[in-house]
């Protein structure tokens, strides 16, 4: 986690290139600007794009503005369990909480019911601050027993994207993957939703100016 030592070592030892692997500084737009600045390559997206996909509102505002479907719920993070409680009387219930800040399930609660959003928002909140050193949560609706198929993406500096298929991550223990499958079998026979998902999620990259390689994840109602 040591970004002057990393660069450090990189330097003493003639790299041109680092690749931050998965986890720690690999979604880090400091350590990706910070190699920028030191003239070494990083082998992942610009700093701008992770700093605009690593806040989930933000990244909201960002697909709708390029016509992604997203799923319904709040623009930014609620100010207080009343606010989460206005969407999801607006919506219904059941409704998700979630960190607007990291992932991997942290600070994300399942709300049934009106009475219990508070004590919810209250521990989502302070889950996501331990997490990640922030505690704001927004709200959206629930999809329940959504499929979770991923599209992956391969992009350069030239603007060329192009999307590789997919995969079905529907699978899962506490919001995290346990089998991922290619090639999705809700999609096997149906091309057109393959080819509309695919043309989405380069959408989507494109408008957060991403290159390199990426994922964008759709959740799949049940009935689609």
Not at 54 to 69: C, D, M, Q
Not at 194 to 215: F, L, N, P, S
Request: glycine letters at 12%; proline letters at 5%; aromatic letters at 4%.
């Amino acid at each position: 986690m040591r970004i002057d030592g990393i660069l450090e070592a990189a330097r003493t030892h003639g790299a041109e290139a680092i690749h931050p692997g998965y986890g720690c500084l690999s979604e880090n737009a400091e350590f990706a600007a910070a190699c920028d600045s030191a003239g070494i390559v990083f082998i992942g997206p610009p700093a701008d794009s992770i700093r605009k996909m690593g806040s989930k509102t933000a990244a909201r505002e960002l697909a709708i503005a390029a016509g992604v479907p997203v799923v319904p719920g709040m623009r930014e993070g609620a100010r207080s369990p009343s606010e989460a409680g206005d969407f999801a009387r607006g919506c219904g219930y059941p409704v998700l909480l979630k960190a607007v800040a990291g992932g991997g399930g942290k600070g994300m609660r399942r709300v049934d019911r009106a009475e219990d959003l508070e004590a919810a928002f209250r521990d989502a909140s302070s889950e996501a601050g331990r997490a990640f050193g922030a505690a704001s949560v927004y709200s959206e609706k629930l999809i329940e027993n959504p499929r979770h198929i991923e599209i992956q993406l391969l992009g350069d500096k030239h603007g060329h994207m192009i999307h590789l298929g997919e995969r079905e991550c529907s699978i899962q223990r506490r919001h995290q993957k346990i089998l991922e499958e290619c090639p999705s079998p809700l999609l096997a026979d149906r091309p057109e939703m393959r080819q509309k998902m695919g043309e989405a999620a380069i959408r989507a990259a494109r408008a957060a100016g991403y290159y390199d390689a990426g994922t964008v994840e759709f959740l799949v109602e049940r009935n689609e």
